[in-house]
């Protein structure tokens, strides 16, 4: 069973920087595609980005293409979500998820198989 915690939220000012944390557990790690996606109030969540464990492939909404990064840490089996310039429309439940199916390209809200609990951001000045 994979297991996956967030972690790292909070309050920034825009402009502000940000790193979320995606602790997994479980599985087979070396096949899982990781996303990170948000979920603003009265919206529907939305995919931020999306790679491949291996990390061969990566893919970003144009939102936030050249502002955020995703990255890992094998040792840690986390995965990170590095935000710049972050603006206040960005605020956001930011989720993981993880598949052990798919591709980082094709990954959306419908086929991730186990979510984290979600960590809060909030910018504003």
């Known amino acids: 069973q994979v297991q996956v915690v967030e972690s790292g939220g909070g309050w920034v000012q825009p402009g502000g920087s940000l790193r979320l944390s995606c602790a997994i557990s479980?599985?087979?790690?070396?096949?899982?595609?990781v996303g990170w996606f948000r979920q603003a109030p009265g919206k529907e969540r939305e995919r931020v980005g999306a790679?491949?464990?291996?990390?061969?492939?990566?893919y970003y909404a144009d939102s936030v293409k050249g502002r955020f990064t995703i990255s890992r840490d094998n040792a840690k089996n986390t995965v990170y979500l590095g935000m710049n310039d972050l603006k206040p429309e960005e605020t956001a439940v930011y989720f993981c998820?993880?598949?052990?199916?798919?591709?980082?390209?094709?990954?959306?809200?419908?086929?991730?198989?186990?979510w984290g609990q979600g960590t809060q951001v909030t910018v504003s000045s």
């Open positions: 790679s491949s464990w291996a990390g061969k492939n990566t």
């Open positions: 998820g993880v598949s052990r199916l798919g591709s980082a390209l094709a990954m959306s809200v419908q086929n991730v198989e186990y």
């Open positions: 479980g599985g087979s790690l070396d096949s899982l595609i």
